[in-house]
């Protein structure tokens, strides 16, 4: 019903900058909070932020500063913005979204397929 798909990935320097997206598609009648997460090999996948319907973000302790979240209601894209990149963010970063398909209260909760950031030492 609902498709996630992330993009932007790549390889990069230490100190380089990415934009990620993740673009909705499929039936969806609004979303309200949207998310990103990251997993490294051989590591549980971690919070990076989340940002609400209304566009205000929370992130998680370890990356403030150089993470920023942000989303454009009408294309039903949730960007990540990261910054002064470090060897330790290299994960593949995957991002969620909460839709409500044919309107009401009820929200399933959606995931992209992720997209590799790497970047190197």
């Known amino acids: 019903q609902v498709q996630l798909v992330e993009s932007g990935g790549g390889l990069v320097q230490p100190g380089g900058s990415l934009r990620l997206s993740c673009a909705a598609s499929?039936?969806?009648?609004?979303?309200?909070?949207m998310g990103w997460y990251r997993q490294a090999p051989g590591k549980e996948r971690e919070l990076v932020g989340t940002?609400?319907?209304?566009?205000?973000?929370n992130y998680a302790d370890s990356v403030k500063g150089r993470f920023t979240i942000s989303r454009d209601n009408g294309k039903n894209t949730v960007y990540l913005e990261i910054y002064s990149l470090k060897p330790e963010d290299t994960a593949v970063y995957y991002c969620?979204?909460?839709?409500?398909?044919?309107?009401?209260?009820?929200?399933?909760?959606?995931w992209g397929q992720g997209t590799q950031v790497t970047v190197s030492s």
């Open positions: 940002i609400s319907s209304g566009g205000t973000p």
């Open positions: 499929g039936k969806i009648f609004s979303i309200n909070t």
């Open positions: 969620n979204a909460d839709v409500s398909s044919y309107g009401g209260s009820y929200y399933y909760q959606y």
